[in-house]
């Protein structure tokens, strides 16, 4: 579905990937660990389009799509829960779910897209009037998954969903996100935590220092004993 | 004695006491308040969504105010009927000079002060060209209701002031539906909210900032012409109306729409009821002064969120 192939990413000259291979088939839940600055965020970036490869290739369902700008990429059905959420905090809950619906290819079903998200995230629908800005951490991250799914996407890729999030309320979303793995989403998750992620994940990638030096499925990188190691200290 | 003199000296003008004179002086900077909400508006949307400060803004306007004049002084067109003309002609302006001028600049680290110095030359060119066209003398917009007026009691209305003043009200409910009732508005705001969040919804930003230089631009053409009903204006009157709409923007909050059409109106307000009391020089020196204690008190301004 996705395929990055030897993806370079600098900012100015400090280099943040170096020859990045990563492979996201459809209906996978892939799932991306590494330590903080290891090239995580700036990977998911680089496929938004936020950042320019040097050097490299994606490839969206056999296209191209490295020099696209994110509107189209988004159009083609790449949408990103970016880290920090990113919400418009001075507009409602019902318009910040409109705004997910942006695409005019959205647009058609925006009441059916609505009644998909509420049967997901059931507080939204109680708080549709309320500015973003005002809503707890655990239903602003919901509010933004909801957002992402209202572009019905392809792939949705999801920046550390459960950062600053309460172990309750993280456990809810990594539910959810199983939730629509199973019901045939393709999803790209990036995350810290990586007992709770490579628990769903039907395949991972370790990255370190920009590269990719892991890959494997969700279980066996769990037994793994440099991953025990490393990221969950045992 | 002493305390009587000093009763003489405290003792306030006798207008002051007068409820006629304090009502005339509020609908009278009402009145004017309008103009500066609806330049302000569009003045903050440019500054707020795409952080370009845009120091020809009022130029825009006292162009549109120069199209109402010749097509009223040429043709005999009414002024507000020259809108017909002059918001297109002034929104399609607005989209080239995005696509020509403003949008290489946003690539610039610092577009806030790239743009003040581009916009700065363009309202020289805009302020030349005029001079060319209309010659430095000050015109008034003299309609067959110019001499018209409304009394509300012992309150003296003049047709034209009011209709300069709803001119500007229907332009900024016209700005705000746009934002708040329909898709290509939203996206402004969200834009303006967080830009990347913005392009993370498939938002083509420079889409979003191109129409909304338009608007803004168009905005300022109505600002204009609603001027052009009250007062008389040349050329470099553009640079007096700049002032003020900085003040606008500065105490409203840049980016709120909202914000700068209450500050425009409490500026009005501010404005004709110290002018009804103090000299005019004093009346900037209030004003100013209250933009001082604004930026040092709350310098994100006084209505945003």
Not at chain 1, 89 to 95: C, D, I, K, L
Not at chain 2, 179 to 194: E, F, H, I, N, P
Not at chain 2, 260 to 266: E, P, Q, T, V
Request: glycine content about 10%.
């Amino acid at each position: 579905m996705l395929r990055t192939e030897g993806l370079n990413v600098f900012y100015d000259e400090l280099q943040a990937l170096i020859e990045v291979s990563i492979e996201v088939h459809a209906e996978d839940l892939l799932v991306i660990i590494g330590s903080n600055g290891a090239g995580k965020t700036t990977l998911l970036r680089t496929i938004s389009g936020l950042l320019r490869p040097r050097e490299g290739k994606i490839f969206f369902q056999g296209e191209a799509i490295e020099e696209e700008p994110t509107d189209r990429i988004c159009m083609r059905g790449i949408v990103q829960v970016p880290e920090g959420r990113k919400l418009f905090p001075q507009m409602t809950v019902r318009e910040n779910l409109e705004m997910g619906a942006y695409l005019s290819t959205a647009r058609g079903t925006l009441a059916d897209r609505f009644q998909g998200v509420f049967q997901i995230f059931s507080v939204l629908e109680e708080r549709l009037k309320q500015f973003a800005g005002t809503l707890s951490g655990g239903e602003q991250q919901m509010l933004a998954i909801g957002r992402a799914l209202m572009a019905g996407p392809r792939l949705l890729m999801l920046d550390e969903p459960t950062l600053g999030l309460s172990p309750k309320v993280a456990s809810e979303i990594y539910a959810i996100l199983a939730k629509l793995h199973q019901g045939g989403m393709s999803l790209l998750l990036v995350s810290q935590d990586v007992l709770q992620a490579l628990r769903i994940a039907s395949r991972a990638y370790v990255i370190e220092n920009g590269r990719v030096i892991m890959e494997n499925s969700g279980q066996e990188l769990l037994r793994n004993p440099k991953v025990k190691e490393a990221y969950l200290g045992i | 004695m002493q305390g009587r003199q000093l009763l003489v000296k405290i003792r306030p003008p006798l207008n002051m006491l007068n409820p006629i004179v304090i009502l005339q002086s509020i609908v009278s900077g009402l009145l004017m308040g309008g103009i500066f909400a609806l330049f302000g508006v569009g003045f903050s949307l440019t500054w707020g969504v795409m952080k370009v400060i845009n120091i020809a803004h009022a130029a825009f306007g006292i162009m549109a105010s120069y199209i109402a004049y010749w097509g009223l002084t040429l043709y005999g067109i009414d002024p507000v009927l020259s809108l017909c003309l002059s918001l297109p002609l002034l929104f399609v302006t607005g989209l080239l000079i995005h696509r020509f001028l403003i949008q290489p600049i946003t690539r610039s680290r610092d577009v806030v002060v790239a743009s003040m110095i581009l916009t700065f030359g363009l309202a020289i060119v805009l302020e030349n060209i005029m001079l060319f066209a209309w010659s430095p003398d000050e015109r008034l917009i003299t309609t067959a209701y110019s001499s018209q007026v409304i009394f509300i009691g012992d309150i003296i209305i003049k047709v034209s002031n009011l209709i300069g003043f709803i001119l500007s009200l229907m332009g900024i409910l016209a700005i705000y539906l746009f934002l708040y009732r329909t898709c290509t508005g939203k996206a402004v705001r969200a834009t303006w909210q967080d830009p990347e969040g913005a392009a993370l919804q498939g938002i083509n930003l420079r889409r979003v900032s191109m129409i909304t230089f338009g608007i803004a631009i168009a905005s300022a053409g109505a600002g204009g012409v609603a001027m052009a009903y009250m007062y008389s204006f040349n050329p470099p009157v553009h640079n007096l109306w700049l002032i003020f709409l900085f003040l606008v923007v500065i105490v409203g909050g840049v980016g709120s729409v909202i914000g700068s059409a209450i500050a425009g109106l409490m500026i009005g307000l501010i404005t004709g009821l110290s002018g009804a009391f103090f000299p005019m020089q004093w009346v900037n020196v209030l004003l100013f002064g209250l933009l001082m204690g604004i930026l040092l008190i709350k310098p994100e301004g006084l209505f945003k969120k």
